[in-house]
């Protein structure tokens, strides 16, 4: 495939398999331990070259196209390539959302890394992964393990990256219909738990493992508290980053899709597989190997 020819992009669901705060920066930001690891579920981004200069976002997800994570990685990497005299062109950005807003899952995070990587391809800029990751932390913190692509534990502000190889079992992933949680406001709840230890990571496994999220989020919203107590009788589950979504692993796709057939009413959920390499490497190896 031609580097100026429309590429079709995956961008993945990341679950916080873990989640302890270990501290407070000056600034407000949180510092984090945590293990990412990707799904084989998510949105998808279309990239096609403009003759013209604009930069067109067609998307189905209702967020206004201005603070819209997609527009906005798109405008950034295009600030970088003028500030380093790099040509670019115009481009149409498809989105197609699947995965909610809001639900822990990094979606939005996740499209903003997609849309780095494909207009780093697209417009073949001479930009290194650091220099990339870099500009990916300025859209949110969540962005750069989307850049990084491999499963991998994380501290800092989850920008800081040792890689990871857990296991890949089946999910279920479940939230309650219409709850949408704000990350910005849980961070700032004076009951939020802020002084877990610092762990080893090599010491680390599901048990000994907890998300402090989790029960501020089950005080305030008693929905996510129900869900996960429904989906605790089947599998070990726990949240994902600030919720809503929890999430059950599973030995087999046949257990997880038993699970699924019972969940409650007024919640929805998929089946997906736990990956430790991003789809969105392979798609742009073979992008770059078809150019
Ligand atoms: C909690 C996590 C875990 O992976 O995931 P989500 O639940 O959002 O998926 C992330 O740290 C979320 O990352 P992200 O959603 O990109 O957060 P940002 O946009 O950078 O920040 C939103 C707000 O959350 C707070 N924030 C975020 C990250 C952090 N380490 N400390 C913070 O205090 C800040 O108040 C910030 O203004
Ligand atoms: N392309 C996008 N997809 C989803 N959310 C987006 C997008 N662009 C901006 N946002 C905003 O980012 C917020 C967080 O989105 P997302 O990353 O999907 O959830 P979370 O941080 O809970 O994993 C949303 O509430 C939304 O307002």
Known sequence: MDASTTI????????????????????????????????????RLRFQPRSDQQIELLDDSGI???????????????????????????????????LPAGGGLGGGSSDAATTLLGLRHLWQLSISDTELR?????????????????????????????PASP????????????????????????DLPRQTASIDFADWYFANSHNDFQQLVCQRYPEVAKLLSWL?????????????????SFATEAEARAAHAQLPANCSAFVARGLNQSPVIDALANAAGAS
């Open 167 to 190: 296991a890949c079992p089946w999910y279920l992933v479940a939230k309650p219909n219409d709850l949408h949680i704000a990350t910005a406001e849980l961070f700032q709840h004076p």
């Open 8 to 43: 079709t992009l995956p961008a993945p669901a990341k679950l916080n398999l873990f989640l302890h705060i270990t501290g407070r920066r000056n600034d407000g930001y949180h510092q984090l331990e945590t293990l990412f690891q990707f799904l084989d579920v998510g949105d």
């Open 134 to 162: 870099q500009l990916a932390l300025s859209l949110g913190a969540d962005v750069p393990i989307f850049i990084y692509g491999q499963a991998a534990f994380a501290r800092g502000v989850g920008e800081q990256f040792f």
């Open 64 to 98: 206004a196209t201005d603070d819209n994570l997609v527009m906005k990685a798109a405008r950034l990497l295009k600030h970088y390539a003028e500030q380093h005299q790099q040509p670019v062109t115009g481009v149409s950005i498809g989105l197609q959302k699947l």
């Open 232 to 248: 605790l009788e089947y599998a070990p589950a726990r949240l994902t980053g600030t919720g809503a979504c929890i999430f059950g």
